[in-house]
Every structure is written in structure tokens, then in C-alpha cells.
């Protein structure tokens, strides 16, 4: 679909937003977030997937209050949710809970289109409701999820980042959607400084931190306990964290996880890293997993998501949360906002704390 105008041009930032697997909980909580008066006031609303597939949950869930336009003609509608039907071509029928061939097919058409769109500027961002990461592989998706797929569309190499977004803690991982088997062969010291600045980065970028304080987790049992439970943190960790401390970054570490987060340290930082996935995912959806957010650092373009999966246990039962997905869109549209006053980082200032957290990790 082409773009009629620049991506500037309109005045409510465009949200494109995935449905993912239809036989999981993505349209339920894409339905109940947009009844939501404030999003229709914040953006426009454009829905991935099939005008068809809501008429289904509609009736399913009862929720009768929920109108959209879709788009035939090209022309978006601002106040209104707008769907785009990317899989009309494709046999499907919904069986809420089912784990199908057909759906991930359906899943995998919607994230293709809103690739396509990101590229040519009719959209401003994407929300992606979650997809069942087994269903979805073809010769044409073959990635661990939607993080690795939208970094092979819009990011350069490996200058992509997964974090954890709330309120309660930014988290991000050196290590994503891979077997902990092989964390450790991912693991060196350009590949750590260069997500650590990715980090740096899109703190500053995308959420206006002019000088972020970050602490990095280790990767063994007590941090290494100096070499004696491993030694990733001496060799390869910690060699990175000093460099980017003699470039003036405010990054510690490394920090034994479970001591880290059982005294709350969280909160003295503007971001923790951890090494791998469950080191960092669990504590943090323990804290926020109601409104959590999940967005792809160091890409050109913005993408959040909800912090759950499908939930095939509750589909189709009216029992989801919408509240990750409420949180996922009005993340997106603070990070346009941000990127926008804030193209390039700010001048920047002497942390009011640098002192304090000197001490600390000396300490």
C-alpha cells in the first residue's frame, strides 16, 4: 500500500499492530485495549490480520461495542481502528486454544505486510500481539521470534537489543531466544560493548536519559566468585564494563543476580542487563508482568510487543489482560514522540549520583 503521505505529514502517529496467532489471546487483548478512549486520542490504529477473524471474537466474547474500518481503498482513517486483511487468501477457521498450521501461516502474512508498510512509511511503528514461535517456521520465517525478525528487516548485524520495558525496571539481555547451552559461546568482549552501547543508545534516544546508569548481571553462580564458579565475568564481562567506564558511561557490574535482585538494586539503576534470557525475564515479569512491555533496541524502527505469549489455556474465554498491549501501544507512541524532540542525544551533564555508584562498585 503506498503511502500518500510523508510519515510526518499526519497528525496522530500510525500504530500498526500485528494480531498474531488468532487461535491465542492477541485479538481478545487487541480488542479490549482499544476500547480504551485514550488510544484514539494518542494514534491511529492499524490492525494486521482479518476483519473476519474480529467479527469471530467479537461473538465469541461478546463484546458488541467494537467497530473498525477497513481499508480497501488505501485511505486510513484517523479516529477510528483501522484493519488491513492480509490473509483473506488463506484457508483458516478459529478454534480458540488450537495450535494450527493455518495460524501461523495467518500470523507470519501479517508481520510480512506490516513490514512492508514500516518500509514504505505507512506506518510509524508496530505492536505485535504474540505468535507461537513453532506454528509460525517456513521457509520464509525462520527466527526464534519477533525480536530476530524484525532485527533481520531493520537492524545492521547484531545492533539489536531485547529489553523489558515497565515502570517498576528497564531490563536488557546480552543473550536472547537461544538454548542457555549456548550463551557462553555468544559471549565476548566486542559483542558485549557493543550491545552495552546499543543500550546507552536507545536510553538516551528513545526514552530521554541523558546520562543512564546501568548494571550488568554476571553470568555464573555469584559472578564467578572470582574465577572460582567460572570466569565470563573476569575475561570477558567486566574487561567491557571497565572500557566503557573509561569513556565515561555510568555501567557496573557484574553483579551476582539473585543477591542483585533480592535486595532490590533494581531501583538504583536506569537499566540492569543480564546475561541471558530467564536471568533477567523472571524477576522482571514477577515485577511487572501485568504491564509489561517488550521492545527491540537499535533498531531504525519501533517495535514493542505485550510481555506474554498466546495463553492458548485461557483463549477465547474472556479472561485476558489487556494491559501489556495498552502498555506495548502507549510505549510506541512515547518513543515516536522522544525520537522526534530528541533526534540526537542531549549535551551531556555530570550525573548528580556518579559519585555514589563509584563508591558502591568499588566497594
Same mark, same amino acid.
Given at each position: 500500500?503506498?503511502?500518500? @503521505?510523508?510519515?510526518?505529514?499526519?497528525?496522530?502517529?500510525?500504530?500498526? $499492530?500485528?494480531?498474531?496467532?488468532?487461535?491465542?489471546?492477541?485479538?481478545?487483548?487487541?480488542?479490549?485495549?482499544?476500547?480504551?478512549?485514550?488510544?484514539?486520542?494518542?494514534?491511529?490504529?492499524?490492525?494486521?490480520?482479518?476483519?473476519?477473524?474480529?467479527?469471530?471474537? %467479537?461473538?465469541?466474547?461478546?463484546?458488541?461495542?467494537?467497530?473498525?474500518?477497513?481499508?480497501?481503498?488505501?485511505?486510513?482513517?484517523?479516529?477510528?481502528?483501522?484493519? $488491513?486483511?492480509?490473509?483473506?487468501?488463506?484457508?483458516?477457521?478459529?478454534?480458540?486454544?488450537?495450535?494450527?498450521?493455518?495460524?501461523?501461516?495467518? =500470523?507470519?502474512?501479517?508481520?510480512?505486510?506490516?513490514?512492508?508498510?514500516?518500509?514504505?512509511?505507512?506506518?510509524?511503528?508496530?505492536?505485535?500481539? !504474540?505468535?507461537?514461535?513453532?506454528? #509460525?517456521?517456513?521457509?520464509?520465517?525462520?527466527?526464534?521470534?519477533?525480536?530476530?525478525?524484525?532485527?533481520?528487516?531493520?537492524?545492521?548485524?547484531?545492533?539489536?537489543?531485547?529489553?523489558?520495558?515497565?515502570?517498576?525496571?528497564?531490563?536488557?539481555?546480552?543473550?536472547?531466544? #537461544?538454548?542457555?547451552?549456548?550463551?557462553?559461546?555468544?559471549?565476548?568482549?566486542?559483542?558485549?560493548?557493543?550491545?552495552?552501547?546499543?543500550?546507552?543508545?536507545?536510553?538516551?534516544?528513545?526514552?530521554?536519559?541523558?546520562?543512564?546508569?546501568?548494571?550488568?548481571?554476571?553470568?555464573?553462580?555469584?559472578?564467578?566468585?572470582?574465577?572460582?564458579?567460572?570466569?565470563?565475568?573476569?575475561?570477558?564481562?567486566?574487561?567491557?564494563?571497565?572500557?566503557?567506564?573509561?569513556?565515561?558511561?555510568?555501567?557496573?557490574?557484574?553483579?551476582? =543476580?539473585?543477591?542483585?535482585?533480592?535486595?532490590?538494586?533494581?531501583?538504583?539503576?536506569? =537499566?540492569?542487563?543480564?546475561?541471558?534470557?530467564?536471568?533477567?525475564?523472571? !524477576?522482571?515479569?514477577?515485577? =511487572?508482568?501485568? @504491564?509489561?512491555?517488550?521492545?527491540?533496541?537499535?533498531?531504525?524502527?519501533?517495535?514493542?510487543?505485550?510481555?506474554?505469549?498466546?495463553?492458548?489455556?485461557?483463549?477465547?474465554?474472556?479472561?485476558?489482560?489487556?494491559?501489556?498491549?495498552?502498555?506495548?501501544?502507549?510505549?510506541?507512541?512515547? #518513543?515516536? %514522540?522522544?525520537?522526534?524532540?530528541?533526534?540526537?542525544?542531549?549535551?551531556?551533564?555530570?550525573?548528580?549520583?556518579?559519585?555514589?555508584?563509584?563508591?558502591?562498585?568499588?566497594?
Amino acid at each position: 500500500m503506498e503511502n500518500k @503521505n510523508n510519515t510526518n505529514s499526519h497528525h496522530l502517529p500510525r500504530i500498526g $499492530i500485528t494480531m498474531g496467532d488468532f487461535n491465542g489471546v492477541g485479538i481478545e487483548v487487541i480488542m479490549k485495549a482499544l476500547q480504551d478512549p485514550r488510544i484514539l486520542k494518542m494514534c491511529v490504529p492499524i490492525l494486521y490480520g482479518s476483519g473476519k477473524a474480529l467479527a469471530k471474537y %467479537k461473538k465469541i466474547l461478546g463484546i458488541e461495542n467494537f467497530t473498525y474500518h477497513q481499508i480497501n481503498d488505501g485511505n486510513i482513517h484517523e479516529r477510528k481502528i483501522n484493519v $488491513i486483511n492480509c490473509w483473506e487468501h488463506i484457508y483458516w477457521d478459529i478454534n480458540p486454544g488450537e495450535i494450527t498450521e493455518e495460524a501461523g501461516k495467518c =500470523a507470519y502474512a501479517a508481520l510480512e505486510r506490516s513490514s512492508a508498510d514500516l518500509k514504505n512509511n505507512v506506518i510509524d511503528a508496530v505492536v505485535t500481539a !504474540p505468535i507461537n514461535k513453532n506454528n #509460525i517456521q517456513s521457509p520464509d520465517f525462520q527466527f526464534a521470534g519477533h525480536t530476530e525478525y524484525y532485527a533481520s528487516q531493520f537492524a545492521q548485524q547484531d545492533d539489536y537489543l531485547m529489553c523489558m520495558i515497565a515502570e517498576q525496571m528497564k531490563l536488557a539481555t546480552l543473550t536472547g531466544h #537461544i538454548p542457555l547451552s549456548q550463551v557462553p559461546t555468544k559471549l565476548n568482549r566486542e559483542v558485549v560493548i557493543k550491545k552495552l552501547n546499543t543500550l546507552i543508545h536507545s536510553l538516551k534516544y528513545d526514552f530521554g536519559i541523558n546520562k543512564p546508569t546501568i548494571a550488568v548481571l554476571g553470568l555464573n553462580p555469584h559472578a564467578g566468585e572470582q574465577g572460582l564458579l567460572g570466569n565470563e565475568e573476569g575475561a570477558i564481562i567486566e574487561p567491557a564494563i571497565k572500557h566503557l567506564q573509561e569513556l565515561g558511561h555510568l555501567v557496573f557490574g557484574t553483579f551476582p =543476580a539473585d543477591g542483585f535482585f533480592g535486595m532490590m538494586q533494581h531501583r538504583q539503576f536506569d =537499566a540492569v542487563v543480564s546475561t541471558y534470557h530467564d536471568q533477567g525475564l523472571i !524477576p522482571f515479569k514477577m515485577l =511487572a508482568f501485568e @504491564n509489561g512491555v517488550n521492545y527491540t533496541a537499535g533498531l531504525s524502527i519501533v517495535r514493542t510487543s505485550p510481555d506474554h505469549g498466546t495463553a492458548y489455556d485461557i483463549a477465547g474465554k474472556g479472561l485476558a489482560n489487556e494491559s501489556s498491549m495498552c502498555a506495548a501501544i502507549f510505549l510506541a507512541c512515547d #518513543i515516536l %514522540k522522544q525520537r522526534k524532540e530528541n533526534r540526537k542525544p542531549k549535551e551531556e551533564k555530570p550525573h548528580p549520583n556518579r559519585e555514589k555508584y563509584v563508591f558502591e562498585i568499588e566497594k
